[in-house]
């Protein structure tokens, strides 16, 4: 799991105000710093949400040009990084929608009707299985999953991202990974056999 | 450990290959925001099977009249302003007329001969004979004109040295620009807040914000006054410049406020003197 990478002590809040009072001046040096501190996380999580690296670079450079600029309108009233999240969760999701929708349009009927229906007999791996799981659970669960137990956010970056409770986040990991497991039911004989 | 939490672990160890991401892109990346963030307006727009297929902008015909309306409208005010304007000044253009320095460009300017230049010709005219030189009327007629998103020719740093002809080309080009500020701004706060509007606005604001860099980097920027008054302008015409097509209420009342507080649209009513329509037509 990964840690956040801008720190929430007294230190780092005070570097966090002067970095974006420079990036508010224009700073250019202060806008490449401010990308450089969080683009990772960032790209990491729409690359996670998307699986393209086309649509996680466009996801990703949407993120930055609104932050910057709406910068402005930043009032510290939670961290730098968890405001460029919320922003970039936002614009993923979006985009995913819209593409999915325009996807959908296009794929053949015969595709559709074999998404979710995938046997082990047809596909016994148990990576392509997952896959096919996670891609197969609705949006408000599979970010959550990914979020957390991919990536290694907490319940709190979770709810702030996305406007939930923590709480909320919570049930939406747990039901997800229970639809995990229900989708996997056919391995479970061979892993509590191990 | 109980059965359900194993078969989560090993779920969730399996899951990190899942869309595992590959390095980050950073340089590709900055370089596309770089020139995202230089192109104003339009938005990235992500086409069915993912790829951006380049930015648009969303545009309306009947937006793109109102947009047409209210800057006709926004003319009309200036226009019966400045006429106003020269109807109650008539008393002064006689002094005006007589005085050798340049035409004053706001209504506090004193009118008073200005001390000869530096570098001023020894064929100079006196006062007296305020004659343009066939030379000066050749400036005038190539002087910078300014309309809608149009551009403002260069000007060359060798103009720079203060001569009366000279000055005049950049109190006209400076008036005319002010004038079409007004329009802009005036049209900005009175229009609707759709998308394909802001995409106008935007696209207006960019030609006035490249006259304004222009102006304040020529003889009329030196002027402290005129030249607080440009930088702010700059300011307000670089925020509706990257105003989102699809931006907020709260955006546009960003903006709004920035011209408020700045009393912008005072000072800039107040720069364009009232015999402006003169000085244009020289």
Redesign the interface.
């Known amino acids: 799991m990964m840690a956040l990478s801008v720190p929430n002590n007294g230190h780092g809040r005070v570097s966090e105000r002067q970095l974006v009072a420079r990036v508010v001046d224009g700073d250019p040096a202060a806008q490449r710093e401010l990308y450089d501190s969080h683009v990772d996380r960032i790209y990491r999580l729409a690359y996670r949400l998307a699986g393209e690296d086309e649509l996680a670079r466009d996801f990703t450079q949407l993120t930055f040009i609104r932050a910057f600029e709406r910068i402005g309108d930043f009032r510290f009233e939670s961290s730098l990084a968890t405001w460029l999240h919320t922003i970039g969760v936002s614009i993923a999701l979006n985009g995913l929608r819209k593409v999915k929708t325009a996807r959908t349009r296009e794929a053949p009927i015969e595709a559709a009707a074999a998404i979710g229906t995938i046997t082990r007999e047809a596909e016994p791996d148990l990576k392509v299985r997952l896959k096919a799981a996670i891609d197969s659970l609705s949006e408000k669960y599979r970010t959550v999953f990914l979020m957390h137990d991919v990536e290694g956010y907490t319940h709190d970056e979770i709810g702030a991202a996305l406007g939930i409770p923590p709480g909320t986040s919570k049930t939406r990991l747990f039901q997800g990974r229970a639809k995990l497991r229900e989708a996997l039911a056919d391995f479970r004989g061979e892993w509590i056999n191990e | 450990m109980s059965?359900?939490d194993?078969?989560?672990e090993?779920?969730?160890s399996?899951?990190?290959?899942?869309?595992r991401?590959?390095e980050?892109?950073?340089d590709?990346?900055?370089s596309?925001?770089l020139a995202?963030?230089s192109a104003p307006g339009p938005r990235?727009h992500?086409?069915?099977?993912?790829?951006?297929s380049g930015y648009t902008t969303k545009r309306r015909f009947g937006a793109q009249y109102a947009w047409i309306g209210m800057a006709a409208a926004a003319v009309l005010l200036i226009a019966t302003g400045v006429g106003i304007g020269r109807w109650t000044n008539r008393s002064t253009e006689q002094t005006i007329a007589e005085s050798p320095s340049p035409v004053p460009t706001t209504p506090n300017d004193e009118i008073r001969p200005s001390p000869p230049p530096i570098t001023e010709p020894p064929q100079a005219p006196s006062s007296t004979e305020a004659q343009p030189t066939p030379r000066t009327q050749e400036q005038i007629r190539r002087a910078p004109v300014i309309k809608g998103t149009g551009r403002l020719t260069p000007i060359s740093p060798n103009t720079r040295v203060a001569s009366a002809p000279s000055s005049n080309i950049y109190q006209v080009a400076m008036v005319r620009h002010l004038a079409d500020a007004e329009v802009l701004l005036t049209s900005f706060s009175l229009g609707s807040r759709d998308d394909a509007m802001n995409a106008q606005f935007a696209g207006w604001a960019k030609g006035l914000l490249s006259n304004t860099r222009l102006l304040l980097d020529s003889p009329a920027g030196d002027d402290p006054r005129r030249a607080k008054l440009l930088q702010d302008l700059e300011l307000v015409l670089a925020q509706i410049v990257?105003l989102?097509p699809d931006a907020r209420a709260?955006?546009r009342q960003?903006i709004e406020g920035s011209i408020q507080q700045g009393h912008v649209m005072t000072r800039l009513r107040t720069a364009i003197p009232a015999d402006s329509t003169r000085i244009l037509e020289r």
Do not use: F
């Open positions: 059965e359900e194993r078969i989560d090993i779920i969730r399996a899951a990190s290959e899942y869309n991401p590959p980050t892109p950073r590709e990346m900055w596309a925001i995202a963030r990235l992500v086409t069915a099977g993912g790829a951006p990257q989102a709260e955006d960003l």
